[in-house]
């Protein structure tokens, strides 16, 4: 066996090591979605009969008939959709500014401007949602779609995020631009974004799962159905005086990962590029 022969025996081997490790990990992250989607064609006679056996008898659709019944889906889905659409358009229209002046700019404190972004990063929303929701209550904006939007408008990571990408742009090309008589704006929004559109498309797309999902903000900022989201419709699908009806609660859940999941099989070549590129 010639030196050639066992370098490419090992490198098969370690591929093929390395393939078999991937797919255990990619096992253990899909186990708990198909243990939801089996649980919502199940019965709740079978829940509470054999409640550890993953497979359902058959497909049951009568979780996802009383999931429609028992609430104004649409209404909860438009008021999400809405939501988590804005924050993360916002979000990156305010980020690229940011990551531009952070990166190109050159101005006294800029080192510390950045030190202050990177700081916000550690006070989560719950630390300071006493005073956002004494604010939005005095000027009347509880239970509007502005109180869930406005308070996420700006990310500390989007900015970061635009800052790393637009750091591997030469600064020639922004240079030319200006001896060319293309403004600020232009060159943010017409030249620069379009550069890192990877780094975009991954902003945007953590934006909206993570506010798709929340459950904590619009729980705080509304009180009737008016601008209620989905995870919280979803969380009051049970019964009361008896118990869980999981079955139910899982087939809501579904309904609520279909959109993000369509929206990171739209995106996920763009988010791979993005992390391929260091961003």
């Known amino acids: 066996m010639t030196p050639r022969t066992v370098i490419g025996w090992k490198g098969a081997v370690g591929e093929i090591a390395l393939h078999f490790g991937l797919g255990l990990v990619a096992l253990v992250w899909l186990l708990p979605y198909a243990w939801m989607v089996a649980t919502s064609f199940k019965t709740l006679p079978e829940i509470l009969q054999a409640p550890s056996y993953p497979l359902p008898s058959g497909l049951d659709f009568e979780a996802y008939a009383a999931v429609l019944g028992a609430m104004p889906l649409g209404r909860y889905f438009w008021n999400t959709a809405v939501m988590a659409l804005a924050i993360a358009l916002l979000q990156m229209a305010v980020a690229l500014p940011a990551g531009y002046a952070l990166a190109k700019l050159r101005f006294v404190g800029r080192p510390l401007a950045f030190g ?27 239970n ?9 408008g700006v990310s500390a990571l989007g900015t970061f995020l635009v800052r790393q990408a637009l750091l591997s742009v030469p600064d020639s090309i922004v240079e030319a631009a200006r001896l060319d008589g293309a403004g600020e704006l232009r060159i943010i929004y017409g030249l620069l ?30 009180t009737n159905d008016t601008v209620r989201t989905l995870p919280l419709g979803i969380a009051l ?34 988010l791979l590029r993005a992390v391929a590129s260091g961003a």
């Open 237 to 270: 699908l049970r019964e009361q005086g008896t118990g869980v009806r999981w079955h139910i609660v899982m087939a809501g859940n579904v309904l609520l990962s279909l959109p993000v999941l369509a929206v990171f099989a739209a995106t996920q070549r763009y």
């Open 193 to 222: 974004g379009p550069m890192i559109a990877p780094t975009l498309v991954a902003l945007f797309l953590f934006s909206f799962v993570f506010h798709w999902n929340d459950y904590f903000w619009p729980l705080v900022m509304t």
């Open 116 to 142: 202050l972004v990177i700081a916000t990063l550690l006070i989560p929303a719950q630390v300071r949602f006493v005073p956002v929701f004494a604010l939005l209550a005095e000027v009347r904006l509880v």
């Open 144 to 152: 509007t779609m502005a109180a869930l939007v406005l308070p996420f």
